[in-house]
């Protein structure tokens, strides 16, 4: 099966700025969620789509957003960037077939 | 509120040794799956196993074990004959079965695996 698809792999932002991450399930699969991983909280839901619409949401400000296709895929967007939203950006799609697959995350580092 | 606790922050054994993971988990859903996940340098998190909570026979996968104790709300992972391949971060973490969206993972342990 293909897995899940994240990308950019890695991306350096400046305080201030915006971003934008994307995230492609396995073929099938309606329900895509977010995760942000840091050292110091660990792993943290962001918030779950199905079927384009947002099912749940994490305890995090409104800067941080998220939107489903209707190809399912997601992308999250976060803006005015904080050195705090340095994280790994993990996006999981889910189905009755495989449950929860995740994918190999994407690396933010804010300067 | 639902919550997983991992103690131990880091495990350190030599090469061959069995090792368990332990996990500890509090939910007020009657139906749950667990999981453990294994997150090596790499970053991605690799599926190791989901547990139904109306599920309570131990599981065994080649070098890997699962206890799963409703009574204690624990849900223990052994490794025997422990590789350094398995050096990585374990997390242990908990879903409600009728609501998909959202998984609560534990801190995490990461696991040495000395030569």
């Known amino acids: 099966k293909a897995g899940v698809t994240q990308t950019p792999r890695y991306l350096i932002k400046t305080r201030g700025q915006q971003v934008t991450l994307s995230c492609s399930p396995i073929?099938?699969?309606?329900?895509v969620s977010w995760y942000q991983q840091t050292p110091g909280q660990g792993l943290q839901f962001l918030f779950e789509?199905?079927?384009?619409?947002?099912?749940n949401k994490g305890n995090f400000p409104g800067r941080f957003s998220g939107r489903q296709f209707s190809n399912s895929r997601s992308e999250m967007n976060v803006s005015t960037l904080e050195l705090g939203d340095s994280a790994l950006y993990l996006c999981?799609?889910?189905?009755?077939?495989?449950?929860?697959?995740f994918g190999s995350g994407t690396r933010l580092t804010v300067v | 509120a639902q919550k997983v606790t991992q103690a131990q922050t880091e495990i350190s054994v030599v090469e061959k040794e069995d090792v368990t993971l332990d996990c500890v988990y509090e939910?007020?859903?009657?139906?749950?799956?667990l999981f453990w996940y294994k997150q090596p340098p790499s970053g991605e998190l690799v599926f190791l196993i989901r547990?139904?909570?109306?599920?309570?026979q131990n599981e065994i996968s080649g070098r890997y074990s699962w206890n799963f104790q409703k009574s204690t709300s624990s849900f223990n992972f052994t490794i025997t004959a422990s590789q350094v391949v398995d050096s990585a971060v374990y997390f242990c973490?908990?879903?409600?079965?009728?609501?998909?969206?959202?998984?609560?993972f534990g801190k995490g342990t990461r696991l040495h695996i000395l030569p």
């Open positions: 547990r139904n909570s109306f599920d309570e």
């Open positions: 789509y199905f079927s384009e619409t947002q099912r």
């Open positions: 939910t007020r859903d009657t139906t749950y799956y």
């Open positions: 999981a799609s889910f189905g009755s077939d495989y449950g929860y697959t």
């Open positions: 073929s099938g699969h309606r329900s």
């Open positions: 973490a908990l879903s409600d079965v009728d609501r998909d969206d959202k998984i609560i």
